[in-house]
């Protein structure tokens, strides 16, 4: 790319510049959301049209997790770092267009069973 715009580009990177933009400069969520790569988002509904903050990723995440979806799975079919998409889903959660589902926590109980079973296995062997 040579003329204007060519100093944002680098071979090997692609846009330099897309991230930063993408986030308004932002590196964490404005809700203060953790979203853990697990947690689990699902469209709550559908913002108005016109909607102040949303792009067009906001509404490409909307779109897929229509089905719910982890959000290592959305950084991963969108082709963005793991930061933005957390700041992105930060937008929705403070707009109140996705919910957020945690997985349980890990019981002790359920560490010890999984320790036993390993072991288990490896006796077999």
Request: glycine share 8%; proline share 10%.
């Amino acid at each position: 790319m040579t003329g204007r715009g060519a100093e944002w580009l680098d071979e090997e990177a692609g846009p330099v510049v897309r991230s930063y933009a993408l986030t308004r400069g932002r590196a964490r969520p404005a809700t203060g959301e953790p979203f853990d790569m697990i947690t689990i988002i699902s469209t709550a509904a559908r913002p108005r049209s016109g909607s102040p903050g949303i792009g067009p990723e906001h509404l490409d995440i909307l779109e897929m997790c229509l089905v719910p979806q982890p959000v290592a799975e959305i950084a991963a079919r969108m082709g963005l770092p793991l930061v933005v998409v957390r700041v992105l889903l930060g937008d929705l959660l403070h707009h109140r267009l996705i919910t957020t589902t945690r997985p349980p926590p890990e019981s002790a109980l359920s560490k010890e069973r999984l320790l036993k079973e390993v072991l288990d296995g490896l006796q077999a062997l």
